[in-house]
């Protein structure tokens, strides 16, 4: 299983760029790399995923570096509602997936 | 497109009693997952249905937990006899045949053990 290392915790402000680094040593060449956004109270939701390089969506942008033995999650602009917990993922279908605790990331005002 | 329905999202019952827990996946979604979260830690794969058959439940307590997915559609998840440390949320989510990995999660369901 590849494992994964993430910060417990960041703050940020609102406004601000925040990018959010995840260690990934022993990725296999099929996993690929997803991110999900977790609020209080409710279910983990798919924010992005990436093979290699650069991803980008309406709400995020995912870079890969070649050895894709990181990646760093980073979102523009974050507003108080970005405040949650962000969760990084390495595998194949799925079936070697693993959460792990995830960075807590506080925006303030 | 409706998302992954769960029922109850709360329940309280006393140690060593059972309890049940349904999961109604996203239509079409081949691939079913349930995950128990304690409170402050990510959610940890309990076990994973392809359609009918399991794919990976080497981390469920099978000697009080077990799960089935009827049909291929809706799931149950169910503890017996609970314990206290299994005070938790437990989460169901869906995923298409063709999706690398991509889960969609329902709301959960709080559970709390005395």
């Known amino acids: 299983l590849a494992k994964t290392t993430q910060p417990i915790s960041m703050d940020s402000y609102e406004g601000q760029e925040v990018n959010i680094t995840c260690s990934h040593n022993n990725i296999a060449t099929n996993d690929y790399i997803t991110w999900y956004q977790q609020f209080p109270s409710q279910g983990p939701r798919f924010i992005i995923q990436g093979y290699k390089t650069k991803v980008t969506n309406e709400v995020a942008s995912l870079f890969i570096p070649a050895d894709r033995k990181s990646s760093t999650l980073s979102l523009p602009r974050v507003s108080l509602s970005d405040t949650a917990v962000y969760y990084c993922l390495v595998g194949d279908m799925a079936n070697d997936m693993r959460f792990g605790a995830g960075t807590r990331l506080t925006v303030k005002p | 497109e409706a998302g992954v329905a769960q029922s109850p999202r709360y329940k309280i019952i006393e140690k060593r009693q059972s309890v049940a827990f349904w999961c109604n996946p996203i239509s079409g979604h081949a691939t079913l997952y349930w995950y128990q979260q304690i409170l402050g830690q990510g959610p940890k794969l309990l076990i994973q249905f392809q359609n009918n058959g399991v794919v990976d439940d080497s981390q469920l307590p099978k000697d009080r937990f077990s799960a089935e997915r009827l049909k291929g559609v809706d799931s149950t998840l169910k503890i017996q006899p609970a314990k206290l440390e299994d005070s938790a949320v437990y989460l169901c989510?869906?995923?298409?045949?063709?999706?690398?990995?991509?889960?969609?999660f329902g709301p959960g369901t709080r559970l709390t053990v005395l």
């Open positions: 989510a869906s995923g298409p045949e063709d999706s690398t990995d991509t889960q969609y």
